[in-house]
């Protein structure tokens, strides 16, 4: 049996905090060395952050890009993929996944996190939102305490 590759996303915001970008890139290094595939939205903040960290390592990155263009992808993105789909390609991105590592972000994050979790897709959170439902919490990001956390937990819930 030939051995099958775990794909995990990682989103977040195109724009992010220092401290933010450092998980990131944490998160892409362990990715890496963990021998798993990095999918992102393939642009800046988070996306380039995790994708410095595989780079860095040796580690498979994929870059789903909203627009018609590959040289959008950040200088990390090893396979960019084009769709013109605009953020329609969140779905593409999360879908492409066996598992999602959010770490920060905005209403794009949110979204995607949203699509992951209705399609049985696990999220783990780092620094990312929190959901509540009529006024209770809903656990379904299941959250992280680090970038190795993270990623054994993304590992291993596919």
Known sequence: MRDEKKFIAVIGGSECSPQEAELAEEVGRELAR??????CGG??????AACRGAASEGGITIGILPGASRETANPYVQFPIVTSLGEARNVVVVKSAQAVIAIGGGYGTLSEIGH??????PVIGLNTWALSRNNQPDI??????????????????I
């Open 34 to 39: 963990q021998g798993a595939v990095l999918i």
């Open 43 to 48: 642009l800046g903040g988070i996306m380039e």
């Open 116 to 121: 992951a979790l209705r399609n049985g897709i």
């Open 140 to 157: 379904s990001i299941i959250p992280a305490e680090s970038p190795t956390q993270a990623v054994n937990k993304a590992l291993s819930l």
